[in-house]
């Protein structure tokens, strides 16, 4: 037996009679055989294939995954070569015969692929051959970066990629590989069953160059990729579940802990976002971090609220990375006025909070009443700060004995303490994580005040 035709179908049922079809035409001269592994279809795929003459089908009840399926069919080939084809695929007539001589001459390639074109015979992009993956690069695609920065991914992407010249590359499409069979009798797979879907291809193209054999693009032939039609019926969060999992799986295989870390921390915050966009709820929750930002703007100074603007600010951008490709224009430009209302609010926190290390009070009223032999002093502070500082103190005349000193609202101080003077006398009191604005400090003595300061605290 010359050829293999493996072909793993999950609900196919309107693209696999044309690819069975091509498949025969496409083998003029060579022994083939051909075979489907259908993966708990619910449409009538298992149905045309028991219509189609010398077609092995193995039936599963349950969807284990692209690899799994893959390596199933493998068990039961026999051909010298294996060709995985995705169902969504065409084949020219005659062509299968051409590449599979070309791989016989070939010793010293372990894998080839042809130049895979759309319907309208265009090379198909999202079906060329593209670079190992990068961590930042990967990074990136879970965080929607490329939405923003569509040439960041040019180099992995291999923008620059020839489709008339034969080469060698880091590796192609899982759509269309035909594989040397010595490959799977060495790694005892053909795909590492470790991958439910997705970059199971790229892996097998990195295990044939491990083991010294060459990974090829050919235009010698010709075949049309619709690409990835039954994944269109598949909800975006599944999709971005296996995909960051395939994902994480690939870097923990291949690179060191300190790189696919990166991945592992990066996948939760891309599935929420997924997840948000299909609440479509985003844009309230950035509207709230906002709100909070901009209630406490004016009256905190503090690392927390400091935090909570950034948060806004990356909250913002999230959002507006989700909305390029699934919200509709004025979802866009709402997005981008948020960015400009967080970024502003962070900017009037870290002014502020650069104001506030100058800040000082003034008294702006000053009452004295008797209460039999006591004086009362009222005094009406204000900060001339964009917003006050958390420590603040009032002290008195070091010889000055104080009876009382007090605060217009108890409940909003978080710690004081006693202020003892040199002569052991009371002096004041200093009012610790004390956020005052406008404050009226109540003092009782015996005797008249002449002198007192009042002060932020560093």
Not at 106 to 119: A, T, Y
Not at 157 to 172: A, I, N, R, T
Not at 321 to 329: A, E, G, P, R, Y
Request: one cysteine or more; a neutral charge.
């Amino acid at each position: 037996m010359n050829l293999s035709i493996i072909t793993v179908t999950w609900n196919n049922e309107k693209q696999l009679e044309r690819q069975l079809k091509s498949v025969v035409s496409g083998c003029k001269n060579l022994e083939f055989e051909q075979i489907v592994v259908d993966n708990a279809s619910a449409d009538k795929t298992v149905e045309i294939v028991k219509t189609m003459s010398n077609v092995k089908v193995i039936v599963n009840t349950e969807n284990k995954g692209f690899s799994h399926a893959n390596n199933q069919g493998v068990e039961i080939s026999s051909g010298e070569y294996l060709l995985f084809l995705n169902p969504d695929m065409k084949v020219e007539e005659g062509s299968l015969d051409v590449i599979v001589d070309w791989l016989e001459k070939r010793k010293d390639v372990g894998i080839v692929s042809p130049r895979l074109v759309d319907e309208n015979g265009k090379l198909n992009e999202d079906a060329k051959p593209r670079r190992l993956p990068r961590v930042w690069e990967q990074v990136a695609l879970i965080l929607k970066l490329p939405h923003i920065f569509p040439k960041m991914m040019d180099k992995y992407l291999m923008k620059d990629f020839d489709g008339d010249k034969e080469q060698e590359v880091d590796s192609v499409r899982g759509s269309f590989m035909l594989m040397r069979r010595e490959v799977v009798e060495k790694l005892g797979f053909a795909f590492d069953p470790r991958y439910y879907i997705w970059y199971e291809d790229v892996d097998i193209c990195r295990e044939v160059t491990k083991m010294g054999l060459k990974v090829m693009y050919s235009p010698v032939i010709t075949a049309v990729d619709y690409v990835g039609q039954s994944f269109k019926a598949q909800e975006s969060m599944w999709k971005q579940k296996n995909f960051t999992r395939s994902m994480l799986t690939y870097f923990q295989k291949w690179e060191a802990w300190y790189k696919w870390m990166w991945i592992w921390l990066a996948r939760p915050i891309g599935i929420l976002l997924v997840y948000l966009k299909n609440k479509n709820c985003l844009f309230i929750i950035d509207f709230f971090v906002i709100l909070i930002t901009i209630v406490f703007v004016f009256r905190y100074n503090n690392l927390f609220f400091w935090t909570i603007d950034g948060l806004a600010v990356l909250g913002s951008i999230i959002f507006f990375l989700v909305s390029i490709h699934t919200f509709s224009k004025k979802r866009k430009i709402l997005s981008v006025v948020l960015i400009f209302a967080s970024l502003i609010s962070l900017l009037v926190s870290l002014w502020s909070g650069y104001q506030s290390r100058d800040t000082k009070f003034q008294i702006i009223d000053l009452k004295i009443s008797k209460e039999n032999e006591y004086y009362v002093y009222k005094y009406k502070l204000k900060s001339d700060g964009v917003r006050t500082i958390p420590k603040f103190e009032i002290a008195f005349c070091p010889d000055l004995p104080i009876d009382y000193v007090g605060i217009n609202n108890e409940q909003d101080i978080r710690y004081s303490e006693e202020l003892i003077c040199s002569n052991g006398n009371y002096g004041g009191k200093r009012f610790v994580n004390f956020e005052p604005r406008d404050v009226e400090i109540i003092v009782r003595t015996k005797n008249i005040i002449d002198g007192y300061y009042i002060s932020p605290m560093k």
